[in-house]
């Protein structure tokens, strides 16, 4: 089974918080839990599991992040984990998740962060970005994952588009103009936010495209999601070439930037586990 953990000091902490709250919280920091059986094959030996909210580690110019950004909607306790392993001598990353029950605007959102995130702030993962979509010549991500889940959920790279190439330590979310997702992988009750406008494809993928326009909290951007029509747990997303085609669909001003580019399991309830077994953003523009 998926998220079974054995007794350990981490959990030991969490008791003796309920009597000795400032030594337990002290105890917390860095605490790491062993998982059992992370996937058929894996056993608990060599696997590490970060489950602090908010959990980061960079890696290269990614930053691994447990985003539980939902978690005041679970109403049980929830898990969710980063996690790392060797595999042919390098590290290998992902993440684990158990959350009780169901709901449809997303729990968690466990990912990887390239560039500057408007939700959290801070200095870019790359310098070169924010990015003018006018500017990119070459945008494209290339990834494998292995996943074994229960549940609602989806894999979701996305793009945030800021109406400003500025960044800032703190977070502007203020500047989204536009939330364009890309749904790889999808099981249980999931589906995009809007309804369906076009079903193209691009770069060899047939997508369905689905918008919402004032989305977000007080309506402030446009939501796309370009679905894809199969399952997709690896391969090359030309994310320019869907960029370009939302530009000439009115869906997004090319004069806006890529302020980030996101990775991770848009999670609405149930268990699971995902293994990164490749990533790599290529990003180019004329303004470098």
């Known amino acids: 089974m998926l998220n079974q953990f054995q007794s350990s000091p981490c959990l030991w902490t969490r008791t ?81 998740w158990n959350w009780p029950g169901f709901d449809s605007t997303v729990f968690a959102y466990p990912e990887i962060v390239f560039g500057w995130k408007p939700w959290s702030g801070g200095e870019p993962t790359d310098p070169r970005m924010p990015m003018k979509v006018a500017d990119i010549t070459q945008l494209s991500l290339t990834f494998e994952v292995e996943t074994t889940a229960t549940g609602t959920y989806n894999l979701a790279p996305e793009i945030w588009l800021t109406r400003s190439g500025s960044w800032s330590k703190n977070p502007n979310p203020a500047l989204i103009s536009t939330e364009v997702m890309f749904w790889m992988d999808y099981g249980g009750q999931a589906e995009p936010a809007g309804k369906i406008a076009d079903r193209p494809t691009i770069a060899g993928i047939e997508y369905e495209l689905w918008r919402a326009d004032n989305f977000g909290a007080g309506g402030k951007w446009t939501y796309v999601a370009m679905k894809s029509t199969q399952i997709r747990r690896k391969g090359t997303i030309d994310m320019l070439a869907v960029l370009r085609y939302l530009t000439q669909q009115g869906a997004i001003d090319p004069n806006h930037y890529v302020a980030s580019i996101e990775f991770g399991n848009e999670i609405m309830g149930g268990s699971g586990t995902t293994w990164v077994k490749r990533f790599e953003i290529q990003a180019q523009s004329t303004a470098q």
Do not use: H
């Not at 909607?73 to 390098?90: I, S």
């Open 16 to 96: 003796a918080g309920l009597i000795l709250a400032a030594s337990a919280a002290l105890l917390l920091v860095g605490c790491k839990l062993k998982p059992r059986v992370i996937a058929p094959g894996t056993t608990a030996d060599g696997v590490d599991a970060d489950c602090a909210n908010w959990y980061s580690v960079m890696d290269g110019p990614y930053r691994y992040e447990n985003n539980v950004w939902g978690k005041g909607k679970a109403r049980k306790g929830f898990e969710q984990c980063l996690l790392d392993r060797e595999v042919a001598g390098r590290t290998e990353r992902g993440w684990t």
